[in-house]
Every structure is written in structure tokens, then in C-alpha cells.
């Protein structure tokens, strides 16, 4: 019986995942889709950046915003930087304001600010990605072009009453054959002003290069229908209707290849779950009262692996996670050592005493 309702508990978890894995696919970047027409923009799939300025005259300061954007899957968090200075876990879409005093020549951190995403943590608000097709839009204007519109939604910010909806709009821009070549001679120039400097899309104004011969303009971030709308441009090839997308570099299917190796280990978990007795032990162990104990002990480790594997998959396909990064609160236990020697150190000062140095410390 109690074996049964392991089973029954495991599954029932194991069933509630499968949402939360669903919503981590809800944008496939190798088929955007709107009235039997297909997008393949997942050559596009890579962190791009902008920014824009604001000066605050006369004062001697200026606001720099940097957007990020990464379509196809959850900004990485960057190395090196503060938790409370960094994107939230699953942002796609994510700006980071930083002040600028030319008089102290000094810059400091301002906001990161949640724009699209996938946030858990954040009254759990969902991507829910918005297709329009331009050629088969209701306004008039909208027609005249050859693409598509993405809107991508995110959570109030800041946190409070006081919050505002985000969301970005992206307007996907066919590029023709001319546009396409003049912006891979004025990257080839860039190129060669580098020196063979690693390519980078870090933002230097409100104009990237996405490495795919197209860019990404930034053109507004402002408040529409009580809701503060970022809007970016970007032309590429890979918006035209006539144009096959997608990265002949990276080899296609491997993920979907981890995630089915990750549902058949799931599979074999439920199916030891299920197994009678007599799969852990002989009959004659049952005189020694064990087997009752082993069915239990064999549930908690099929349940923790069951955790961890799912736990290692969303962070892999949410958060682009790799290495020691997989295995869910990983920080927390990275801190586990240094935890208990912090605990070790207050055990023996308690135990030692501070000594009598009649409250005066060394000079």
C-alpha cells in the first residue's frame, strides 16, 4: 500500500511538470506561425543588445538603458556581476539602467528591469508570444510590409501596487538583397577595424548588428494603454516569406534528442516504482522485517532522482544552464562548505570566549 501510494504521488508531480515544460517551449523559434505562414528565425537565436541614453541637464549625469534581447530561449546570467544587478531567471527581454556622472567620471547601477519573459518568481506571468503577420493585417500600413510582428509579455515591474505591465513588440522586418549586402561590407569594415577582436553584440548604440547581416533597432520605450511597451526593430533576411532560416553551424535536433533521452529515464523511474517486491529483495528477507524499509528508501531515491533530473532539464532549456549550473539550488548547495565552516568558526569562538582584554581590542 505504501509502495502504491509513492507511485501514485510521484506521478501525479511527475504530471504537474509537464505544463511547466510546455510553457519553457511556448515560443519555437524554427517555426513562428501566423495563418499558414512560416517564420525560421533561429539562426537569430543569441543575445543582441541596444542601448539608449537620456541626459539630465543641467545636471551633469545621464541614464544609459541597455536592452537585451534573446528570442529563442532565457538570457544567461551574466558572470561577474551581482544577483541584484542581473536580468530575473527567465528573462527574454531585460534592461539594465546604469547613471553616468561625467563630472566624477563614476557610473552607477540604476535597475534591471523585467521586460518579457518566463517568471516564475514574478506572480508567475507567462511569455504568451503574439504573431501578427504583416501581409494579412488588419491595418493598412501593416500591409505594405513584408514580415512580422512578436509581442512578448512580462510581469509588473517594479514589484508593489505601484507596478507597471511590460511587454515588447518587435517588428521583423524583411531585408532585401541591397539592405542585406550594404550591412555585411559595413560589418566586414567593422571586422577589420577590430583587428580580429572576438565578435561581440554587446550594445554601443541604438543600432546592432546581429551577425546574420541584419539589425536591430531600438525606437521607443514608453507607456501605451497603461502598459510601458518597448519597441525594436529588426530587419533580416530571415523575415522575408520566400527565405528557409535557421543555422546550418549548430546541429539540428540535439535538444529535442536531450529531452527525449530525459522522458525515458522518467519512464524507467515510474516503471521501478511500479515493480512488485520481489524486484529489490528475496522472499526471505521479508523474515527480517526489511523490505518494508527498502520499498521506502527506494521510493525517496526514484522520487529525488525523478527531481533532479527534471529540475537539471528546465534548467538547461530555461536558463541555458551547463556544468555544476544544472543541478537545481546548486548556489545553495555551493554555500553548503562555507556554511559550516562559518558555523564551525562561531561553535569555537562561543566555546573559547573572547577573552578578558578589559573590552579593548588591539590597536
Known amino acids: 500500500m505504501r509502495l502504491r501510494k509513492s507511485t501514485a504521488i510521484l506521478r501525479r508531480y511527475g504530471l504537474l511538470l509537464f505544463p511547466t515544460l510546455a510553457y519553457a517551449m511556448n515560443l519555437d523559434c524554427s517555426d513562428i506561425r ?4 512560416s ?14 541614453s537620456e541626459d539630465h541637464d543641467p545636471s551633469p549625469t545621464m541614464t544609459n538603458t541597455t536592452f537585451t534581447i534573446d528570442i529563442c530561449k532565457p538570457l544567461r546570467k551574466a558572470k561577474g556581476i551581482p544577483k541584484e544587478e542581473d536580468c530575473p531567471n527567465g528573462s527574454r527581454v531585460c534592461g539594465i539602467q546604469r547613471v553616468i556622472n561625467t563630472f566624477e567620471n563614476s557610473t552607477t547601477f540604476e535597475a534591471a528591469i523585467p521586460i518579457a519573459g518566463q517568471y516564475i518568481l514574478h506572480g508567475g506571468t507567462e511569455l504568451d508570444p ?6 494579412t493585417s488588419s491595418s493598412p500600413s ?19 501596487k505601484n ?5 515588447a513588440v518587435i517588428e521583423f522586418l524583411c531585408q532585401d538583397k541591397a539592405e542585406q549586402k550594404g550591412e555585411r561590407d559595413l560589418a566586414a569594415r567593422k571586422g577589420d577595424d577590430d583587428d580580429g577582436e572576438e565578435e561581440d553584440h ?3 548604440g541604438e543600432i546592432a548588428h546581429d551577425g546574420h547581416g541584419g539589425t536591430l533597432k531600438y525606437k521607443d520605450f514608453a507607456l501605451v494603454d497603461e502598459t510601458k511597451v518597448l519597441s525594436l526593430e529588426w530587419r533580416t533576411k530571415y523575415a522575408c516569406e520566400n527565405t528557409k ?10 535538444h529535442w534528442g536531450f529531452f527525449t533521452w530525459m522522458i525515458i529515464v522518467y519512464a524507467l523511474l515510474l516503471q521501478s516504482l511500479s515493480c512488485p517486491h520481489s524486484c529489490y529483495l528475496p522472499r526471505h528477507v521479508s523474515l527480517l522485517n526489511l523490505r518494508g524499509l527498502m520499498d521506502g528508501g527506494c521510493s525517496i531515491f526514484l522520487a529525488t532522482a525523478a527531481y533532479l533530473i527534471f529540475g537539471s532539464w528546465l534548467n538547461y532549456n530555461r536558463y541555458s544552464a551547463r556544468g555544476w549550473d544544472l543541478v537545481p539550488h ?3 548547495i555551493r554555500d553548503i562548505p562555507y556554511i559550516f565552516k562559518d558555523w564551525m568558526r562561531r561553535v569555537l569562538s562561543t566555546v573559547q570566549g573572547g577573552g578578558s582584554r578589559g573590552g579593548y581590542s588591539a590597536v
Request: proline share 5%; no cysteine; net charge positive.
Open 34 to 37: 501566423d495563418n499558414k505562414q
Open 39 to 52: 517564420f525560421d528565425v533561429s539562426a537569430l537565436g543569441s543575445p543582441i543588445s541596444v542601448m539608449t
Open 130 to 135: 503574439q504573431i501578427t503577420r504583416f501581409k
Open 142 to 160: 501593416d500591409r505594405e510590409k513584408e514580415g512580422f510582428r512578436l509581442q512578448l509579455h512580462g510581469p509588473k515591474y517594479p514589484n508593489g
Open 163 to 167: 507596478g507597471v505591465s511590460h511587454s
Open 202 to 204: 554587446s550594445a554601443t
Open 245 to 254: 532560416g535557421g543555422d546550418d553551424s549548430k546541429a539540428k535536433g540535439s
Open 330 to 332: 546548486s548556489e545553495t
